[in-house]
């Protein structure tokens, strides 16, 4: 396989200190089939208060103080549309019962770790972070290589939270009883490693592992392959910055940050937002374009997905949004240079897959790790990426 550094764009330049916007508007919930609704039309609801729960126990939080609005049809990148609670933001963050922080997050069992958790309703994606406490691991490797070049959200994370982070770390190790903690950094990063390398002295059961500066290197799955451990949990590290919080105050998770970023936006910046807040009102408030005609791709240009609209409801779904001047480009007939199939990290032939749709069995589509590594490489501007989602989604 041939390795392909993206660099960040020149004119980007991301802004140095995490923004802020936490006061939308308007917030909105998806329930989920199974999930009984607490609250009516009109109620008042605190923060952290329970909005709805299905038979587990699993709770929707309110991630602010307002009103209740009723059920609207909202839209998930990558969930579709769903029911949605909406509640119009008071603007005065109200709680029933201040909670003060623990001091250290390190003395709970596993048992009260799994409790906590298990009461937060703490979602990350497809990842059952109870199930791994429950079953354990040797090895965890912690992701902290943003997938996307253009992308900013591991690098701050780190910078606001390194202390924090090792601590989660060291607890998470112990709980799920992991000889190893595979802290995972670019080769070029020079100024994370040498703070780390100062930091992790008193952890001994955290590791550094460095990649080198290719894409999609900031991937999980592939970091599994690449450090050969592939039974190895795969944590994010807003995924371990989250279990703190947690952890600390005993909380829901109401925020996350996503970077905004490309050569048709002003300014590029990472911006820490509302669980809930929909797209385009962080965008109103925040930022401009620069172009009257624009593609915007949510998750990146590589890795995400080109969208017509911003009206998303923010989850964990969203890492950020990438706005380019729209080029019109035409696919053209393949050239046969191969350069897909030799960039590509699963060793996969996205040409022939374009070339004999619907003859290729569907596990071959399993394998793909949708980077869009091979759009990026084809000089025909072939689609390849979407035909390799699969036959039903072409
Ligand atoms: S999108 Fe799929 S086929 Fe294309 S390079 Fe990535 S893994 Fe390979
Ligand atoms: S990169 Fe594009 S032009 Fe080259 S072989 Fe693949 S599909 Fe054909």
Same mark, same amino acid.
């Given at each position: 396989m041939q390795e392909v550094t993206i660099k960040r764009e020149e004119n980007i330049v991301l802004k140095e200190d995490v923004s802020l916007f936490l006061n939308p508007k308007f917030v909105f919930l998806p329930i989920e089939s199974g999930y009984k609704v607490k609250v009516g039309d009109h109620d008042y609801v605190y923060k952290?208060?329970?909005?709805?729960?299905?038979?587990?126990?699993?709770? !929707?939080?309110?991630?602010?103080?307002?009103?209740?609005?009723?059920?609207?049809?909202?839209?998930?990148?990558?969930?579709?549309?769903?029911?949605?609670?909406v509640i119009e933001n008071d603007f005065k963050e109200?709680?029933?019962?201040?909670?003060?922080?623990? /001091?250290?997050?390190?003395?709970?069992t596993k048992e009260e770790f799994v409790k906590i958790?298990?009461?937060?309703?703490?979602?990350?994606?497809?990842?059952?972070?109870?199930?791994?406490?429950?079953?354990?691991?040797?090895?965890?490797?912690?992701?902290? !290589?943003?997938?996307?070049?253009?992308?900013?959200?591991?690098?701050?994370?780190?910078?606001?939270?390194?202390?924090?982070?090792?601590?989660?770390?060291?607890?998470?190790?112990?709980?799920m009883g992991a000889k190893k903690i595979h802290f995972v950094l670019l080769n070029t990063d020079s100024e994370t490693i040498e703070k780390l390398t100062n930091l992790i002295g008193t952890y001994p059961n955290i590791e550094l592992k460095l990649v080198s500066n290719a894409y999609p290197n900031g991937m999980g799955?592939?970091?599994?392959?690449?450090?050969?451990?592939?039974?190895?949990?795969?944590?994010?590290?807003?995924?371990?910055?989250?279990?703190?919080?947690?952890l600390k105050r005993e909380l829901p998770i109401t925020s996350r940050l996503i970077t905004v970023t490309g050569p048709a936006v002003t300014p590029n910046a990472v911006i820490r937002v509302k669980l809930g807040t929909l797209l385009s009102e962080v965008f109103v408030h925040?930022?401009?374009?620069?172009?009257?005609?624009?593609?915007?791709?949510?998750?990146?240009f590589l890795y995400g997905e080109k969208v017509d609209n911003l009206k998303y409801v923010i989850d964990s779904?969203?890492?950020?949004?990438?706005?380019?001047?729209?080029?019109?480009?035409?696919?053209?007939?393949?050239l046969n240079c191969g350069q897909c199939s030799r960039v590509c990290p699963e060793g996969l032939n996205p040409k022939y897959?374009?070339?004999?749709?619907? /003859?290729?069995?569907?596990?071959?589509?399993?394998?793909?790790?949708?980077?869009?590594?091979?759009?990026? !490489?084809?000089?025909?501007n072939r689609n390849l990426k979407q035909r390799m989602k699969g036959r039903d989604e072409s």
């Open positions: 952290n208060d329970i909005l709805a729960q299905n038979a587990d126990g699993k709770a !929707v939080y309110a991630p602010t103080s307002g009103k209740v609005l009723g059920i609207k049809k909202m839209n998930y990148f990558k969930r579709g549309t769903r029911n949605s609670l109200n709680v029933r019962v201040k909670k003060s922080a623990k /001091k250290h997050i390190n003395a709970h958790l298990q009461k937060s309703s703490y979602e990350y994606r497809d990842l059952d972070l109870i199930e791994w406490c429950k079953k354990g691991t040797e090895n965890i490797i912690v992701n902290s !290589v943003d997938l996307d070049p253009n992308f900013c959200n591991k690098h701050c994370t780190w910078r606001e939270n390194e202390e924090n982070i090792l601590e989660t770390c060291d607890f998470l190790s112990e709980i799955a592939l970091q599994r392959k690449l450090l050969k451990l592939e039974d190895a949990l795969v944590l994010e590290l807003e995924c371990v910055l989250d279990v703190f919080q947690i925040n930022f401009d374009f620069t172009s009257p005609k624009v593609d915007v791709y949510v998750n990146g779904n969203i890492d950020g949004i990438y706005i380019k001047e729209r080029e019109e480009c035409e696919e053209e007939s393949c897959v374009f070339d004999h749709e619907g /003859k290729v069995d569907a596990t071959y589509y399993d394998k793909c790790l949708q980077c869009g590594l091979c759009n990026y !490489v084809c000089p025909a």
